[in-house]
């Protein structure tokens, strides 16, 4: 029993499941795993549960098979409704046309087809306060990096 409470006290989580990855100004960046709408809804759910009325950016990169097929795309709009703003990855071989789930989204959907330029209008997009969710099943181009550095060098200009 001593040795379950003492695993259990020093255990931190698993990798990837809303791992936070940095903080800069105040706009703190999430890393998970999701990458299913299922996954997704669950994910954005329970961030929203932590952070109230918080603005949740939610950013998602396409990458399973079925994803990058399409066969998610009428379901992955709803799956994103408790997020404030919705970034879609859309490069150039993505297997089908997201502009229908941008469309359901209104005003906050968003799409990028280039990682770097993502990052600088996500830089660009965030304020202190948000959370910024990057949701993939994959390394996503090293996006989180590559905002958190965006992100250090607004605040330095």
């Given amino acids: 029993m001593q040795q379950a409470i003492q695993a259990l006290e020093s255990f931190q989580g698993i990798a990837r499941r809303m791992q936070l990855r940095g903080e800069v100004n105040g706009i703190r960046v999430y890393d998970d795993f999701a ?3 299922t996954a997704i809804a669950t994910t954005v759910d329970g961030l929203r549960r932590r952070v109230g009325r918080a603005r949740i950016v939610a950013v998602l990169e396409p990458r399973s098979n079925t994803m990058r097929m399409g066969v998610h795309q009428d379901t992955l709009a709803p799956s ?9 990855y859309t490069p150039p071989d993505l297997g089908w046309d997201a502009s229908s ?9 968003h799409t990028s087809p280039d990682v770097d330029a993502l990052a600088r209008e996500l830089a660009n997009a965030v304020r202190p306060g948000d959370h910024v969710l990057i949701m993939s099943n994959g390394g996503f181009g090293g ?7 965006a992100l250090q060098a607004t605040q330095r200009a």
């Fill in 35 to 37: 990458h299913h709408p």
């Fill in 80 to 88: 994103l409704s408790d997020a404030d703003e919705v970034w879609l």
């Fill in 101 to 109: 789930v941008i469309a359901s989204l209104g005003r906050r959907g």
């Fill in 143 to 149: 996006l989180h990096g590559k905002l958190l550095t």
